[in-house]
């Protein structure tokens, strides 16, 4: 059975680069759709995509967060990651990695990780 | 201020019938399919209705999905107490090419 397991820092400090990996188990990074997503959700609130990313390396971001976002995937290592220079305290959230289910042209957000805690403070 | 709308909260007692609204725009679910997630206390959403009405495998038949024009409805019959939770919805706009969720319904079963 597929596991995403999310991994970031903890604690980022302002201005600083938050850096979040995905380590993807059970299944291969070419399974579902290919496509492999970061979501996030502040505290009390609900959720935001960030970034999509499909395993041949084609990416995808928010309007909002595309100048400070940067996602990879590494195949051989079975993980893909997440960047987001510049954090302020409304980075700080629960960042949520997903696999996307479906095809190249209709997908989705199926299976998620547990969610990586992140808390953007000096 | 989400532009997938959702009423902030829901309720119903056991058994019930009780139905989720989110409406959209023609550049959102007036133009693709709308997508449903539930996500209980202190857990990851999970994904409840793919392609406005699809269930994946393990979700009960009493969560069904539909869509009008640029509107999305989530139903849940036979309402359980381990239901209650917060439910998004979510769509791509192929306007503003970015994924969008809605604001979120909290469902409280009485």
């Known amino acids: 059975q597929l596991q995403l397991q999310g991994s970031g820092p903890g604690l980022v400090k302002p201005s600083e680069t938050l850096s979040l990996t995905c380590s993807v188990s059970?299944?291969?990074?070419?399974?579902?759709?290919?496509?492999w997503g970061w979501i996030r959700q502040p505290p009390g609130k609900g959720l935001e995509w960030i970034a999509t990313i499909h395993y041949t390396g084609r990416t995808f971001y928010s309007p909002s967060l595309r100048s400070r976002a940067t996602i990879s995937v590494d195949m051989s290592k079975s993980h893909f990651s997440l960047e987001l220079s510049s954090a302020t305290a409304a980075d700080t959230a629960v960042y949520y990695c997903?696999?996307?289910?479906?095809?190249?042209?209709?997908?989705?957000?199926?299976?998620w990780g547990q969610g990586a805690p992140v808390i953007v403070s000096s | 201020q989400s532009v997938l709308t959702q009423p902030p909260s829901a309720s119903g007692t056991p058994g019930q019938r009780v139905t989720i609204s989110c409406s959209g725009s023609s550049s959102n679910l007036g133009s693709t399919y709308a997508f449903w997630y539930q996500q209980l206390p202190g857990t990851a959403p999970r994904l409840l209705i793919y392609?406005?009405?699809q269930r994946p495998s393990g979700v009960p038949d009493r969560f069904s999905g539909s869509k009008s024009g640029t509107s999305a409805s989530l139903a849940i019959s036979g309402l359980r107490s381990e239901d209650e939770a917060d439910y998004y919805c979510a769509a791509w706009d192929v306007s503003l090419k970015t994924w969008l969720f809605g604001g979120g319904t909290q469902l409280t079963v009485l």
């Open positions: 059970g299944g291969s990074i070419s399974s579902g759709s290919g496509y």
């Open positions: 392609t406005n009405n």
């Open positions: 997903t696999r996307q289910d479906g095809t190249d042209s209709v997908n989705w957000f199926g299976p």
